[in-house]
Structure formats: structure tokens, C-alpha cells
């Protein structure tokens, strides 16, 4: 009964599906039919003619997405938290050629509009120091929270005012969108977002993410530098099924809803106490002494400690109810 | 009835049971099970301890073999006619960080040890130049020539003299194996070759290569460099599936053996004369005429043009034979 | 009277005679009389053979120093302020390919040996995050603060034992030297320091730098990227015979220590309490209300705000007496 | 009697005049008065509104300005022997983060408009390959030969209907436009060129080369570019001071014709059949066995031999008349 991490789960069905009716010669790279109609499910999706690009690795699309909103000698202002600063081994600054992260702190792993301004405050307008060129925020964070469309707003409104370009890392934007029951543009572009990195790994895909401009003309680059970081899949139409098939029929939504229910759940059964962030999407971050851990886990569970006398679990697309049940169960009778 | 590229080919079945029976929970990354074998099962083709990697794509593969064997300020010696220096939009020079690459001409898209020396004499030993550090061959090459252990063994042998790596770009080692009928080991670690792409997608795969250190110590860095460069999947085990699939019961060689034939049942047909290039892997590049290249595709028939007067046609692991026999039949018809 | 920085100061009467000196045909780049003397001259100095190379800025020599000692996936940890971080556009990033600056804070400016292992012990040993490989260090620091040999040894002693590199960032060692009176070498290898910016232009040269390596086997590669940066002079002879002309009868230490003492002598005047920190080489920071630095200014004397009620006041080799005591007066006239 | 390359001249008693002349105290990096007076001067120059910067080396120059020209995605073209092809050590490379240089061969070191369109040929307007996206040339060429105002605006003229940048390495512009007699307009930006490598450190000067904007707004990340390579000195005032005393009462063009008419006089001696190229500039390929080397050498002269029987001999604006008198001789008795 493992809830280390969404990304260990399997693929949901219609994923395998689609990857078994995609199994035939078309077009390599993404030239095929089902790539080919990317763009324009996104566009319907998101209320505006939007770009879409497949890509293996939410790290790539992160990464590709920083690239065209920063140059080399820019900076870009994100959470000491984010997993763009944290767990991408510096892919940031590979595909941005060297700009530099300018890390600020917020509750949550969310980054406020306060600390983005006393962050500008600090740099002088000189070229002796890096001038940040954009603000990246993960919705869902990477502590479980969510940034509301307002909240968005308010970001998009700084960015907008200094010429900043913003990012959001979507890893977990399906979970976000559930739980905030928004329509998607209301996450993103109607609040300022300039690139999202749509993920589908984490809930039910196998090995395709999205990255979706919403200025279709800034995608231009980022067709070349996907090509020249190895990220353009000659039989991509396997990338594009995955994503097409979490769509139709709001699978990507039904899959989140779950991992949510799931992880409302334990947090109910928890209480309010041992919880160290509200829990709003999928993850939990608990209040668990070395010994209930070790209780816990003589029971079956299993999950990642995460710093003295805390514990962090995540539930998924299939987080299996019984077991999710006996986890609660579990917890509350800790 | 398309003959464009074994890129466009479906996946075999081996290789879609597989995704389907690692459809479960495992670890992330590349802890699981099946990425975990990855090594040992390489090590007993090879018949020596490698380490080897999944990765994406051929392009990945590739670059991330030159960032380990050159220096930013190196340069990598390889033919004009190379898909690094023609098909990969500057990856080698994305991953090395600025590495240039040498080009020497050859018949057939081979680089010969006189090429080679040609190209080493040019290159003054100072600080002013870039200076050579590695060489890349892609066996089979982009001309669909293979190259035999003793013409891998001569420029291994130049390159262990004057300190140079050798990359082997394997997009299409398969074939060349099939061939050549020798061992793996031949024509890579026992002939001076230092890495090896191996490559499965062309070859029946759906999204997986196989990046191998015949010295395993040299694979450390290459690590940290995957998922720097968003090539790390989150959900690995479906890469490892992959390529594990292939390698039992040689579905690998199977494969090769038939897009090969295949190649060959059209040669054969189209008459020594016609050939640009023998054929020696899945590749043919054949002399006919604009009218005869239409009277092709009016009967239905699909390739490439390659230049005046040629044209390239490739076969894959599931060509079907009855095209390929109708194929043969309309090239000796013209 | 202007106490901006010693970076706007003149030129020292040796350079600028042994400029004169060298002004005859020579061999080009490197190869001229004078560079060639480099190595040896420092390694006298430093009583131990060493690799030494002029460049023309700090901020060059820091950032080949860094591109030495860290892989572009890995880290280097400095203090916040360090020029590194704070001045130098991202030169560490874009010589380093991409490495990441891991920040620690400290008072003074200084780092460590604390900050070092607190950092140390944040980073998971694994692929997703990048590993530090280096610490750098700047004596005297970006506040004017000294380490002694000891302090030094102790971050040496880290180093040591977790494999990391260490450089100095010595735009202004010759003022830590001539304050601890000790041997550069009880501040550099001895300490276990690998590579070293030895400032000269701060200190009365005009633009050339020395850049120390204690290994002379790791200085290979950076001739390279000397080069590579466009850093190879083609009339290097002009930046040898400054750094020469400056060793040459300690006129580095009597530079150094003639700031010093102004330092000393403005700091005597403003007493304990007005020092945000204390004098250790040629820079003050003061605490003055904005009347009190309008009244400064008033009569004559110009430097820079430094945050809210504190300014900053640098000395330099050439800071003329009559002016120092002048200013000390006025000061101590608040 | 050394006739290697201008490089290995003295500084031109002009240049070390200023140096003397601005030895106080001002502005750090290029904030002082001399600095903020180039693109004034240039401008004047130019005939045309410019923005002009200083760097330390011609490499740096052209570095930068590639960098300007040509994502990390992109190419320029330019001539196989092309200085930053051949003698940069892969700084074009290194600043434009990985670009591709696209040679060309042609007479004199020269790129003309059919190579240049013979290579855009070859290239396929998708994302596998490398797109051009700018050229480079140098004159006066590595093999001393001009391009004429029209031979410069006919490859403008291709680069504007095919959208590339027109980048001039101008190492020894100074000849160039002394042979020619025209105007500098008429030599750049009347005939396309977008970005100029201004050389003046051949032709008397000591560490300063110009880099030249035709549109000044192109310039703007270049100032980052240009600190982030560590070529912002902080005493910029002495490189400044250099440009400004050479472009003073034409001493640029007083250096430059010396060197030509010194290389004039030795060609005359030498007749046309030993002439490799003809003489444009300062600088002569020769057809000498290698018995008439040694016999010059013999006499004192030193030169490289250029491969085999080929020997190359520079001038320089110092070249002193006797010693170019006694050389002339010398090969008119071989």
C-alpha cells in the first residue's frame, strides 16, 4: 500500500487504449493525425486559439517553457520550494543556457505578489546583476496547494506591469482545476499565464506532457529547441494519444477528482491538527511521531518522510478506496 | 504503401504486451524492476559489465554519448553526411555546451582512418583551436552501409592513439548486426567503441534507446546530465519494458533481419545499376528518373526524393511482404 | 573627493612604467617574455610551484576558477553578497554552463564552516537535485571582513572531506594580506585553497588579473577556456608586465596597506558605534542618518547609500591624505 | 626582423599617450567620460547614428556579436578559414550557446553570394536542422584580400531577402578601407552590414577592439552579454582611451596605410608569380621553397611557413621601412 508519490502509479486505462489504437504506420514526428490535432483540442479546452506541444518529461516542459521566457542572462523568480529549483537537477539552466533562479519564500510553496515585489526591490537596474525576466508558480504546489484564479490574477497583474513573462508548472494543474471547479482559462491565460506545463504523467499518463502557449507566435522557438534537446519522439503520435485520450471525456478531470476524494479522505480521518498544509489536491504533508510513522508502516503503508516529525503521502488516479479507507482508518487511530 | 522511414513504422507486439504487463505500480524513475535489469541483461549481450540507460530518443542518445566524450571546448569528428550534424538541430552542440563538429566526407556516409588522419593533420596543437576529442560513426550509417568489425577495430585503433573517444550512433545497429552476423561485442567495446546508441524505436520499438557504457565507470556523469535534461521519465519502468522486450528471444535481431530482406527483395529487383549504394542494411537509395519515381507513386507507392535523379526508399521490421513484393515487381517493371 | 570605489581610482606609477617598458614588438598572446615569467614569479611568492595566468577582469578569473571546480549539473555554495552572486551577471553561470550558486548567509559576508554543513546536509544525494562541488569564498569579503588563515583552513578542511573544490575570490586579497600580515600562502593552499582570483586592478593595476592555480596540472583546461571566452590577449605582454610590476618589490602590499590605513583612519574617527561592520581592509560601512550624509556630501565628499541610514566609503592606494583626514574630520564633526 | 603578425607589434606612441592622459581617477567601468564619448565618435564616423562598445579582444567581438545575430538554434556561415572558425577556439560557440558555424569555400578566404546561396540550398526548412541565421565575413580577409563596397552589398543584399544577419569581422578593417579609399559607411551599414568587429589592436593599439551596432537598439543585450563574459573592465576608461586616440586625426588610418604600403613594397619585390594572393592589406602569402626560406631566415627574417612551399609575412603600422627595404631586397635576390 504505497503513497510515496503519483508518479509510481499506473496508467489508467484509456491511456492504454489509445496507445493500442494509435499502433499503426502514420507520419513520424509529429506530423501524424493525432498530434496534429493538439492545438486545436487545447484551443477548444482552454477558450482561445492556443499552441500545444507534446513533451516527454514535465521537467522538459518546464524547462522548454523557461527557455523562451528568459534569456541567458535573465532570471526567473520562483519558490525556494519549486520543483523547478529543487528537482530538476538545474534543467532550468540547461535549456535557459545559465539564468539564474531567484528563489523567494511563501507559505505553502506559493509565491505572493508581496514577495515578488520586495524580490524586484532588491535588484538594481544595471548590468552587473541578473534583471529577472519571469515568475514561474506550480498550481497545485508542490506542498498541495492551490492558487485560486484571483490569486493567479494577482501575479499576472505584477508580471504585466514589470514586463515579466509567467509560468506555470501544471504537474498537478488537473488536480488544481478540480478541486477550484474553474474552467482551466481561468487558471491560466485570463490571469496572465504566458506558458503552462500541462501535466498528465502524474495523473493516469504514461510519458507525455503538454506544454501549451498561449501566444501561439512564442511557440515558434520552442519546435527547434525541443528538437535539439533529443525531445522530439519520432513516433510521437504515441505522445499525442495519451494526452488526446485523457481529454476526451474529461478523463484528465475524472482521474483528479479521484486522488483528491482520495486525499480528502485521510485528511478527514487526520484531523486538522496533524496537518502541516491544507490539504487541496493530492498530496499530504502529516504531523506523525517516529513511532506512529513506524505503526503505520508495520502496517503496510508506505510514504516518504519529509523533515523531523513529518510525513508526506500522496494519493493518485487509482488510489485503491479500500486501501485508502484502512489508511484512515489507520491514521485516526493513531 | 509508404516506404518513407522505419520511423513511421507501428510498434511490435512484443513491445505493446510488454507496456501492458508493466502496468502496474512500481518505483519512479529508473528504481523500478525493469529498469533496474536493464544493465545486467546489456552486460550479457555484450559479454562485458556495462552500464547502460533508457533514454527517449536516438537524438538524446546521441548527444548525451558526445557531452560525455567531448568538451565544450572539444570537437567531435564525424561524416558530412552524419545525422548529428544533420538531423538533430545542433543537439551535440545543445549538450556539449558548444562543441564543434569535424566533418570529413566518405563513400557511403562512412568515415575511413585516412579521413580521419586527413582531418587530425589540419589541426594545429594550440590553444587557438578546438581540439578533437572524440570521433562519432553511425553503424548502420545514414546511407545504409554498415561497417565491419575490423573497419570499427581501425578507427577504434586511431582513436585509442591519440586519445580520442568513439562514439557509435547504433540508430540502426540492429540492422548492421543482422547483417554482419557477428557478435555485439564486435563491432562496439572489443573495436575501440567507448559508447554505444542503441537503437530500438526504429526497429519496433514505440519510445525507447538504450545508451551504453562499455566502461561503466564513464556512465557517472550521464546520470545528473538525463535529468537535467527532462530525460529522466517519471514512469521509466514503460522505457525499460520496452527495450527488455526486444532483447528476449532476439525479437531485436528478428526485426532487423526482416526490414533487411526486405531491403534486399527490392534491390534485387531494381538491379546493381540502379543502386546508388549497395545495401546493406534497410536503406535504398536508387537512380530512377522523375517519370519512373511518378510511375512509383501512381501505384501507390511512397518515399523520399534524394536529390536529382535518386531516391530513398527504407523498409522496417514489419513490412509487409506483399507491398514489398509489389514493390519489387513495379521497380523491375519501369 | 569621491570614496565610491577603489575600482575608479588610477592607475599606479609601476604599471604604467612598465607598460612603457614593455612597449616593443614580442611575441603575441601568451608567449611573450613577460607572461611566460607568470608562473614562476608566483610560485615564489606563494612557495610552492604553481600555474598562474593573467585575465583581464575578476569577474573573468572568478568564473574560469568556478568552470574548473564545477560541472555545469553542479553547484557552487557562496554567501548571498558574494560578488559571484550579486555582480557578476551570471558570468559564473555562463563560464560553468548552467551550475547553480547554492546561497548561505553569514555576517560579514562570510561563510562558514556552519553554513557550509547546514547547507550540506539540505541536499539529497541523488539525481534530482544538483550537487555542490565547490565552495568560494572572497578575502577579503564583500564587506570588507577578513579570514583569517585558520578560518580558512576550516572551510578547507570541509572541502576536504567532501570532495568539494575551493576557490578565493581575491579581488582584494592583497588587503587581507597586508592587514593578517601572514604569507599568502598560510591564506590559499596551505588552507586547502584550489584555485585563486588574485586582484591587482582594485589595487592600483589597470586591467589585468591573476588567476593562481595550487594544482598546476588543473590550470589544462582553462588555458582553453581563456581563449574560448575571447580572454587570450593577442598583446599579453601589456597584462604580464602590470601584475609584474606590481609584485615586484611588494608594491601590491604597499598599495594594499597605504588603503588600509586610510581605512583605518576615516573608521578611528567615525568610532565603534557608527561601524555596521568592522574595518578589516579598505571598505567601511557606516551608519549616517540622510542628514548627516547630505552634510558629506555638502562638503565635498561622495560615495555610496548603502540600504536605509548605512553608506558605504571605499579607500584606495592612491586615497590622498589630506583628503582622508579631511573626511575623518567631517565625520567625526557629525 | 620579425615579420609573424601585427599582433606581436608595439602600441602606437598615440595610444600610450592617452593611456598616460586618463591616468585619474573617474567613473568605474563604462561610466567615464572617454567611454560615454565613443558611440558619439562612431557615430560621427559612421554617418549614421551608432552604438559602439569596447571589449578587450577581437575574439570577444565577434563573439558577442554572433551572439546578437544567431540563437543557440541557429548558423552562420561564413568561410572554412574564417578566424572565427579556425582561431577562436569555439567562442563563437561558447557565447552563442551552441550554434553552428556553416562553412563555405571560396577564393581568398572570401564568402560569396553563390556559396552562400549554394549552402541556404541545402538546408531544409524544418526543425531537424540547423537554420542559418546569419553571415559572417572578414575584411580585410585571413588572406589579406578586401571585399569591395559592392562585393559587401551584394551579400547584404542576399541577407536581407533571406532574413540573416551580415556580421563583418573587422580585425583589420582599418586596412581595408585604407586600400580602398572609400568611406566606412560604404564598407558596413550602406551595404547591410548589421554588427562590425572594429579592430584597432593590430594597428597600434594595446587591448581595446570596438564592437559596432548599425541599429543601436540591437545593442541592448550585449551590455549583459558583455559584463557576463567578464569583459566589462572596471577601469573601462584605458580601453576607451585607446579607440578614442586612434580614431583622433585619423591615426587608424595612418597605422593602416603604413602596414599596406610596407606589405606593397615587399610584394613588388617579390612579383607576381610568388604571390599566393594578391596584396590587399598588410599581409603576403608567398610561393618560397624551403631552401629560400631558410636562406631568408638566414638573413635575419622571420616569418610562419603557410604550408608546404607557401610562406606568410605581416606588416605592421611599425614596420620599420630599413628592415622592409633590406626584406624586399633580400627576396628579390632568392
Given at each position: 500500500m504505497r503513497f510515496f508519490s503519483d508518479n509510481a502509479a499506473a496508467v489508467c486505462p484509456e491511456v492504454m487504449e489509445a496507445l493500442?489504437?494509435?499502433?499503426?504506420?502514420?507520419t513520424a514526428y509529429d506530423g501524424?493525425?493525432?498530434?496534429?490535432r493538439l492545438s486545436r483540442v487545447f484551443s477548444d479546452l482552454f477558450e482561445r486559439e492556443v499552441a500545444a506541444l507534446w513533451v516527454g518529461t514535465g521537467t522538459a516542459a518546464n524547462a522548454l517553457a523557461l527557455a523562451e521566457l528568459c534569456?541567458?542572462?535573465g532570471g526567473v523568480i520562483c519558490h525556494r520550494d519549486a520543483h523547478i529549483n529543487n528537482d530538476e537537477c538545474g534543467a532550468p539552466e540547461f535549456y535557459t543556457h545559465g539564468a539564474k533562479l531567484m528563489l523567494v519564500e511563501g507559505e505553502g510553496a506559493k509565491v505572493t505578489p508581496q514577495a515578488v515585489e520586495a524580490l524586484l526591490a532588491t535588484v538594481r537596474k544595471d548590468v552587473h546583476q541578473v534583471q529577472p525576466a519571469a515568475v514561474s508558480i506550480t498550481n497545485a504546489s508542490e506542498y498541495g496547494r492551490v492558487y485560486t484564479p484571483d490569486e493567479t490574477a494577482a501575479?499576472?497583474?505584477?508580471?504585466?506591469?514589470r514586463g515579466l513573462g509567467l509560468h506555470l508548472d501544471g504537474a498537478r494543474f488537473a488536480n488544481a482545476v478540480a478541486r477550484l471547479g474553474c474552467a482551466p482559462a481561468d487558471l491560466t491565460w485570463r490571469a496572465g499565464v504566458d506558458v503552462l506545463s500541462f501535466g498528465f504523467v502524474k495523473n493516469g499518463g504514461m510519458s507525455s506532457e503538454a506544454l501549451i502557449f498561449f501566444d501561439r507566435d512564442r511557440?515558434?522557438?520552442?519546435?527547434?529547441?525541443?528538437?535539439?534537446?533529443?525531445h522530439l519522439l519520432s513516433k510521437g503520435r504515441y505522445l499525442a494519444a495519451q494526452i488526446l485520450a485523457m481529454l476526451e471525456g474529461d478523463v484528465w478531470l475524472r482521474n483528479a477528482r479521484a486522488a483528491n476524494d482520495a486525499a480528502?479522505?485521510?485528511?478527514?480521518?487526520?484531523?486538522a491538527e496533524r496537518l502541516v498544509e491544507p490539504v487541496e489536491a493530492n498530496e499530504l504533508f502529516l504531523r506523525v511521531t517516529?513511532?506512529?510513522a513506524a505503526a503505520l508502516r508495520s502496517q503496510g503503508f508506505d510514504f516518504y518522510d519529509w523533515g523531523p516529525g513529518q510525513v508526506r503521502l500522496v494519493t493518485s488516479w487509482d488510489s485503491d478506496p479500500a486501501q485508502v479507507d484502512r489508511l484512515a482508518t489507520a491514521i485516526r487511530a493513531l
Open positions: 493500442a489504437a494509435a499502433n499503426h504506420l502514420d501524424d493525425t493525432l498530434s496534429q534569456p541567458p542572462h501575479l499576472g497583474e505584477i508580471c504585466r506591469q511557440a515558434a522557438a520552442t519546435h527547434y529547441r525541443r528538437k535539439r534537446a533529443g480528502d479522505r485521510i485528511a478527514g480521518a487526520a484531523g517516529a513511532a506512529e
